[in-house]
């Protein structure tokens, strides 16, 4: 479980909303996730000239894009004019809902419809194909490439935050630590970016949207990764199972992952 403070993870931006690095937890039998090679964020489209010289010095040489084609699209990421990472992303689309897009239902939404649906996307994510290909690629860059990472989808807590999680999992992490980890979105220094990438978007879509569905959507709540992992286990047994049969993380690559992120 936590055992000390970690340091501020938020990197100060301008127009990329939850930029932080998720490394630092204490692992079992000792050691902890190494800082400064594993990053998370949402998207990069209002990036500034600041936030791209943030990305550029932190030596990001992998960057793992889980949005959907259409949202690389509608939103595509600013790069520095020295960018030569490499950006893994999907051919395809990667959700059929995501929280910025409003969804089929036009109507009201209160709290308790914005919890359901957040609900529901967890527990499509284990079995999406789109995801399944993507969290893959995930772990075979982690596994297969040099330098830091960045992994990021649309706000950069649903699709992003599981893939964090996993990893965290993979390298031996608590889950009280993974928990923790993902709750931080709701700390995020940037959440007026957050809003002011998605709320009129969703104001445009419901008829009404009530604050509490607001802090539902464009937030995260425990059950949220608990859902997830719950579907993984009953459907799998395990999430290491599903990690090794699904993902392709076998304990070989498990063991290079653990040497490579573990310090």
């Known amino acids: 479980m936590i055992r000390e403070t970690r340091p501020d993870p938020f990197l100060p931006t301008e127009g990329i909303h939850n930029l932080r690095d998720y490394g630092g937890y204490a692992v079992t039998g000792g050691g902890r996730v190494k800082t400064g090679l594993l990053y998370r964020s949402g998207q990069h489209m209002e990036a500034s000239d600041g936030d791209l010289d943030t990305l550029h010095n932190l030596d990001i040489r992998t960057i793992i894009d889980f949005r959907g084609k259409s949202e690389r699209s509608s939103f595509p990421c600013r ?17 059929s809902s995501p929280p ?31 995801m399944i290909d993507m969290f893959a690629q995930y772990f075979g860059a ?59 978007r969703m104001e445009a879509h419901y008829d009404s949207i009530e604050p509490g569905a607001v802090r539902n959507l464009i937030g995260v709540l ?42």
Do not use: W
Not at 79 to 95: L, P, Q
Not at 150 to 175: E, M, N, P, Q, Y
Not at 232 to 253: K, M, N, P
């Open 79 to 95: 790069r520095h004019d020295a960018f030569t990472s490499e950006v893994i992303a999907y051919d395809g689309e990667t959700t």
């Open 142 to 200: 982690l596994d297969s490439r040099d330098g830091a990472s960045l992994i990021h989808c649309f706000a950069g807590k649903d699709r992003t935050g599981v893939a964090a999680s996993l990893l965290l999992h993979t390298l031996g992490v608590h889950h009280d630590d993974i928990v923790h980890e993902f709750l931080l979105t709701n700390e995020a220094p940037t959440q007026h970016i957050l809003e002011r990438q998605s709320l009129p």
């Open 100 to 130: 910025h897009e409003g969804g089929l239902d036009k109507s009201d939404m209160t709290a308790e419809k914005a919890r359901q649906r957040m609900l529901s996307v967890y527990t499509r994510m284990p079995v999406n194909p789109a």
């Open 222 to 263: 425990p059950e949220y990764i608990d859902t997830y992992f719950a579907e993984v286990t009953r459907d799998h047994g395990s999430i290491d199972t599903y990690l090794a049969q699904i993902l392709g993380v076998d304990e070989a690559r498990k063991a290079r992952l653990i040497e490579r992120y573990v310090g």
